[in-house]
């Protein structure tokens, strides 16, 4: 408790200060007349006894440095100072600041910008409930290879597999709305797909089981987007009829905000297969995805469906005899293909970014040798080298927080251009954007580049010498042409 008192106390000293000052000085004014008084009072002259008062006192100005001290946060003030001295150094060299500043803004900028992809695609998890539990389920030729499911081979996974809690077939879908204008793009799923997946409806309901089947077909789910541009978030708008390619399909619900993951999906209707496809082995058009059952790993989903599809092998055609069952883990299915270009952008702007700190190293290096001269003044006046040091440090701190903030701002409008590039075509780009992780990320790259800028400087500039200083500066003060 004394502790935070006494904290209390100094940090009350940084306000007020003149004041406290003035009352300091005048006080100490009282002490001194008092001895003086008292010195002139044994006999010594005004000046004499004045002399004899200060040297009892032990000096006027440390006195006064130590109260200061005492009443204060020294640290923090020093450090204030050495801002405010840094940023008018800054402003005294406009043109070396504002190339330095854009240099690492570029740097840092480029930097956020991709990191923020990467940790939005690679990094983040699948926005759904205990993402690591969904995987694509594919037909094998070979181990480890990919390809489209057969209906028939989809409804014996369904019925025999059991280290899945569901599976779904996911097709993407383009129908006319009301047969007018541009083609909508919707999401064509089994019954439990939603529920798979876990999406929970803002208005209505999601499918029932038996709503993918023939005749039971002709309902749709909207997405939040999709309700709110095309029906205005009206919430009477379940259970009215809307025309897909022609066709009536009834609205039984509405999904909420950012729930799919198919980011240019607008609807979802169930996907249909009918009775004789439970036959169909040989045609491959399928696209499955399923969620593992609680405590069931990838390893040992493979392991299991490798099995099944041995057991099975009797019911398929002579040329899938040997096809097998390739799981992937969802995350790793949508970003497989991607990742690669990622990585690849993220270690080029690394690059790109130490190329901007040597630019700027060398900028500061190049400006350091015309402030030799000031830093063997400082020297000479019994300034110790770190004391130097933290000067210099100060000034490249203010350079990399201000680059910092540029880059970030950067960074903010570049997302969504890399997210739009037509070469790259992202999945989650929707989630895209500069969250709390990417400015963590851009605060330790500014750390990181002011360092790398700006220790090595300082430790050159810091140890001037001193003598061979101040004599140019003696001689250049008494040369005839120095005027």
Known sequence: MRKLREWILRFGGLFNKQHKDRELDEEIESHLQMHIEENVGLGMTPEEARLKAMIKLGGVESMKEAYRDQRGLPWFETSWADVRYGARQLRKNPGFTAVAVLTLAFG??????????????????????????????????????????????????????????????????????????????????????????????????????????????????LTHGFWMRRFGGNPNVVGQTINLSDEGYTIIGVLRRRALLWEEAEFVIPVTLPPGDRNQRSANWLHVMGRLKKGITLEQAQAAMNALAAQLKPLYPPHKKDWGVTLVAMNEQLTGDIKPTLLVLMVAVSFVLLIACGNVASLLLARASGRRKEMAIRTALGARRGRVIRQLLTENVLLSIVGAILGVLLAYWSVGVVSQLSAIQLPRVQEIGVDRRALAFALFVSAASELAIGLFPALQVSRPDTNDNLSRMKSSVNSPCSW
């Open 108 to 221: 840092i900028g480029a930097n956020t910008a991709i990191f923020s992809v990467v940790n939005s695609v690679l990094l983040r998890p699948l926005p759904y409930e205990e993402p690591g539990e969904l995987v694509a389920a594919w037909e094998a030729p070979r181990p480890g290879e990919r390809n489209s499911v057969s209906p028939g081979a989809f409804l014996d996974w369904r019925e025999h597999a059991e280290v899945f809690d569901s599976l779904s077939v996911v097709d993407e879908t383009e129908k006319n709305l009301t047969g007018k204008g541009d083609p909508e793009k919707g999401i064509a799923m089994s019954a439990s797909g939603l529920d798979m997946l876990r999406l929970h409806p803002v208005l209505g309901r999601t499918f029932f089981p038996q709503e993918d089947q023939p005749g039971n077909n002709k309902v749709v789910v």
